[in-house]
């Protein structure tokens, strides 16, 4: 998923990750250390701006001051004359704005989404709304956008490449909010932006703020990993408490073998926030109908695309179209390996057998063709990956890879004790490059999924001066136990890299102006770079290097090794279809002006899956995504994997996947440019050529 606001939120699939002693951890080990910078040897971090001890008086302080200050400098630029238009007062001024007020800006409504104070929470909500009600003023100001124009006419053909794109966005943008058009349809659009912030936040807050959870007996929890049954809170009657949150729903939903209990879960997860999203979702649907047709987009997808790599709805529609029907025998065969499977789990248990795969069969059917027909052992596998060797081994490799070095900040000002905080600094000239947060384990009203955060643009500011860039992981693994580290299942640490990967990209982006700084490159685009990096997770040699046995540090054996790595292309039809049914869902819902969320999710799901919705639900009503900037985007996931694909094994299979000059070649013609170059560019420069579909293909089990 991606965007809240003003930073961006970029996620994947379902996450999580760090452990207490992480510190001592990784300083009892070498390979490329990572230093600490203990308190007492530093004043602060250099450059990082961001602090962590507001108070809910000071957030609404902060928002008083930050909207006056950034008014008063719009309003002065919009008193300029003709005479006085020149780049220093005019695009110089605007960006050392813009980046100041998003360093700000993220710093207040960041709270919302981790701050164990839930008074706190409250007001980055509030601060949330209120600022962003100020982004549509100031984005809707007509006086600025002719200010704009003169610039261009004046001098915009002889600005650098980079300013130049600048000032063309910022008036493409204010042609998108209709400042071209008559105050009357200036102010229908204003209305409806700002209407749809407050509703965007408000679905956000709704999932967030969810905490359900159902009681189960130890043996209608038959099944699940001794590990994840020690986790579980118990009520006074001894029954254990499972709640919504990742960490537990995912385990059962795999590994209970209970039909009644995995339906009871899915039923649960899937009308979370129900009645509030659903009747949200459908309201922003029209409003986003409504703002297309005023601005002469016949949908709101079209609207969207028209600053995307796909341009086009019907290239995307094609390009869905496609994929389904390559991928469509493929689910077939998986299908019916599932029924075979569920009809001898019922003979076995004695539960009845329906003949179907029912959306609560689905996850769990998947985890058994692994295990039986590749022969995966989850549970085994985790016992390889505690968190500790997995962090260590992530952080060497992307220091490795990129040319970095990583300091842990002992001490630093966090959110929460379980937060680390490390400075990057380049491996070559030792100059600092940002900092990044690690906010690994859940907490109640925190975010529920795996996301970077970019807190701090990384830009030129005031005085030619670079700002660093600061990012945060958030995400959402298990704890440790009494008796037992923190351990991931292959998936969290694929989810890990991926993650990871969108902080590297916030950090080791040199774009100058904010708005092109870390990912905010075409959304379509965004999730390539993270992708690309997922494939770590399934090379041998870099697997060896972020495991080991918790308990002996002995390596993964061969015969859990190779089953692994065989089963990348496990469940291919089945998991990629469900993406296309995601990313169909986006597109239909998004290309009209009025939909049932429920019927159409229920009809694309038949006709995709060949599984209908469970009744009584709607996962629409939790997809973050819709109401997180991806809205008529999520096609993006799959769109993305193309160019993913391609990088890596034109590349870094060919040449070697620690091999540092192609880790350079990456880091400085993927991340380094941010969103200063089209992607289509970056692609080219990197691979020497177009991107190729093949590997993608390839990469999803199909023949080309």
């Known amino acids: ?120 929470r409250e007001a980055s909500v509030a601060a949330d709304k209120k600022l962003s009600e100020f982004d549509v003023e100031i984005s809707m100001r007509e006086d600025i956008f002719k200010i704009l124009l003169a610039a261009d006419n004046k001098f915009g053909e002889n600005l650098k490449p980079e300013a130049k794109r600048y000032l063309k966005r910022l008036l493409k943008l204010g042609k998108r909010n209709g400042l071209h058009l008559s105050e009357e349809i200036q102010s229908q659009i204003k209305a409806i932006k700002k209407t749809m912030s407050d509703l965007c936040i408000d ?12 009681e189960f007996t130890a043996e209608e929890l038959e099944g699940l990993p001794l590990d994840i049954m020690k986790g579980l809170d118990k009520t006074e009657s001894g029954n254990f408490k499972v709640s919504l949150k990742y960490p537990h729903y995912f385990p059962c939903m795999k590994f209970v073998r209970n039909p009644n209990v995995r339906m009871k879960l899915e039923t649960a997860f899937n009308s979370r926030c129900i009645k509030e999203n659903t009747a949200i979702l459908e309201q922003l649907i029209t409003l986003r109908q409504k703002q297309a047709n005023l601005l002469s987009f016949p949908t709101h997808s079209a609207f969207v695309l028209d600053m995307r ?30 029924l075979q499977y569920k009809k001898e789990d019922c003979e076995k248990n004695g539960f009845p057998y ?63 004790p379980d937060v680390t905080l490390y400075s990057v600094s380049d491996k070559a000239t030792g100059s600092l490059i940002g900092y990044f947060y690690l906010d690994l384990f859940p907490r109640e009203g925190k975010y529920g999924h795996a996301a970077c955060f970019g807190l701090q643009p990384g830009c030129i500011v005031r005085d030619g001066v670079r700002q660093v860039s600061v990012a945060a992981m958030v995400a959402n693994f298990s704890k440790p136990t009494s008796d037992q580290p923190s351990l991931l299942t292959h998936d969290e640490v694929e989810t890990y890299f991926h993650e990871f990967g969108h902080v590297m990209h916030q950090i080791c982006a040199e774009a100058e102006f904010a708005l092109f700084s870390g990912t905010a490159v075409e959304r379509d685009f965004v999730e390539a770079p993270s992708q690309m990096l997922e494939n770590w997770c399934w090379e041998r040699e870099s697997l060896a290097r972020m495991s080991s046995h918790y308990k002996n540090g002995s390596s993964i054996p061969d015969d859990l090794l190779v089953p692994l790595l065989n089963s990348r292309k496990a469940n291919a039809g089945v998991f990629n279809l469900r993406q296309i049914l995601l990313a169909k869902f986006d597109q239909t819902i998004h290309t009209t002006d009025q939909a049932s969320t429920v019927k159409v999710f229920d009809e694309l799901s038949q006709k995709i899956l060949g599984i209908p919705s469970t009744p009584c639900t709607n996962m629409s009503a939790s997809f973050g995504h819709l109401a997180g900037g991806y809205d008529a985007q ?7 994997e193309v160019f993913s694909a391609d990088m890596f094994y034109s590349r870094f ?21 941010g969103g200063s170059l089209d992607a289509e560019e970056m692609i080219h420069r990197f691979l020497g050529r177009d991107p190729q579909p093949e590997a993608f293909l390839q990469s999803k089990g199909l023949q080309l």
């Open 1 to 120: 998923m991606f965007v809240v606001s003003y930073y961006r939120v970029v996620l994947s699939r379902f996450s999580i990750i760090v452990c207490k002693d992480l510190y001592s951890y990784l300083i009892s080990r070498s390979c490329l250390s990572i230093h600490t910078i203990s308190r007492r040897n530093r004043m602060s971090c250099p450059g990082n701006r961001m602090r962590w001890n507001l108070t809910p008086s000071d957030i609404h302080m902060e928002v008083e001051e930050l909207t006056k200050k950034t008014k008063a400098v719009y309003d002065s630029v919009a008193t300029l004359t003709s005479e006085q238009i020149d780049y220093d007062n005019v695009i110089r001024v605007l960006a050392e704005d813009t980046a100041e007020y998003h360093t700000r800006r993220n710093l207040l409504d960041f709270a919302q989404h981790v701050s164990p104070d839930k008074e706190l």
């Open 203 to 214: 679905f956000s807050k709704n999932l967030n703020e969810e905490n359900t959870t159902l």
């Open 309 to 338: 790599m796909a341009k086009d709805p019907n290239r995307v529609a094609s390009f869905l179209d496609d994929l389904q029907r390559k991928l469509t025998p493929l689910k077939e065969q998986e299908m019916c390996l599932f």
């Open 354 to 416: 329906d003949g179907t795969i029912n959306m609560w069969d689905l996850r769990y059917y998947m985890t058994r063709a692994e295990e039986r027909k590749y022969a995966v052992e989850q549970n085994k596998l985790k016992e390889y990956f505690p968190l500790t060797v997995v962090t260590k081994g992530l952080l060497d490799i992307y220091q490795e890879l990129l040319s970095l070095k990583f300091d842990l900040i002992e001490g630093a000002e966090v959110w929460h």
């Open 634 to 640: 999520y096609y993006g996931y799959l769109w993305s």
């Open 653 to 673: 299979k060919v040449e070697g996947i620690m091999n540092p000059k192609v880790g350079l070649d990456y880091r400085s013609y993927i991340l380094k440019p």
